[in-house]
């Protein structure tokens, strides 16, 4: 009796842990699977910010170039460079066209490693062009710096926040950097709870949900990119470790 009353309680606290993405339906996969990104899907972000955000807002050193990513293996490769004290990357968007409202969103990926590096999964507010950033809203899903090994940050930007990130959490994940990991959120109209490996790791339920405080109830664009250096990545930057690879097998939204 004592033995499968400890069953029960175990796996009711399984489900209550362990992310809804059951229940809920797939609706839209990138699964990297063509020769090149599909243009219907994705955007490119090229140059360094200039002159409107210089450094991308944040100072970092990298040149986006549509020549530093290739789809191989059923997987895409965003790969850093360095060369003649020029870094170079890519940062892709589906800004305009795939954007979404809650539901639960996943990609699995392989991080790159170094000091400097800085590889991120995160979406934006599709109003940005309307309301301005941060009061549009930033999700942080994956975050990584190779300054902190072992680490990873989710987060959030609003304007309650300033675009700071107190609403944060950093999770120290002894071999996050070995292999391919999933890295997820669960979003309702309520709240905003991030998973590592169906972990979770961190939820935001603000009980004031104005405008600056929940941007949250509006749909949001995908961005994936690998910085270099930069207000968080940096200051310094190991020149030594490129090139370096930041690999994405999928990403999925269920709803």
Not at 219 to 245: C, H, K, R, S, W
């Amino acid at each position: 009796m004592k033995r499968s009353l400890f069953f029960i309680t175990c796996c009711l606290l399984s489900l209550c842990a362990f992310p809804q993405k059951a229940a809920k339906k797939l609706v839209w996969e990138e699964d990297f699977s063509g020769d090149t990104l599909d243009t219907k899907v994705w955007n490119f972000e090229l140059g360094n910010g200039c002159p409107d955000i210089c450094g991308w807002g944040n100072n970092e050193r990298q040149i986006y170039t549509k020549n530093n990513h290739e789809l191989k293996d059923g997987m895409l490769y965003i790969t850093a460079k360095h060369k003649d004290s020029s870094y170079t990357s890519t940062r892709i968007t589906t800004a305009g066209k795939k954007e979404f409202m809650y539901g639960y969103i996943e990609a699995r990926a392989k991080l790159p490693i170094g000091e400097g590096i800085w590889p991120a999964f995160w979406m934006l507010g599709s109003n940005i062009g309307e309301k301005g950033w941060p009061l549009c809203g930033e999700i942080d899903i994956l975050e990584y710096i190779g300054k902190e090994p072992h680490m990873v940050f989710t987060s959030l930007h609003t304007q309650d926040s300033h675009g700071e990130t107190i609403n944060t959490k950093k999770t120290k994940f002894e071999a996050i950097e070995e292999g391919f990991h999933t890295y997820a959120m669960d979003w309702t109209k309520d709240k905003i709870a991030f998973y590592v490996d169906d972990v979770l790791v961190y939820t935001f339920n603000p009980e004031n949900k104005t405008e600056v405080v929940w941007p949250y109830n509006q749909p949001f664009y995908f961005l994936v990119n690998m910085a270099i250096g930069g207000n968080f990545g940096g200051p310094e930057v190991d020149d030594t470790i490129f090139p370096q690879a930041y690999i994405l097998d999928y990403i999925r939204v269920y709803q």
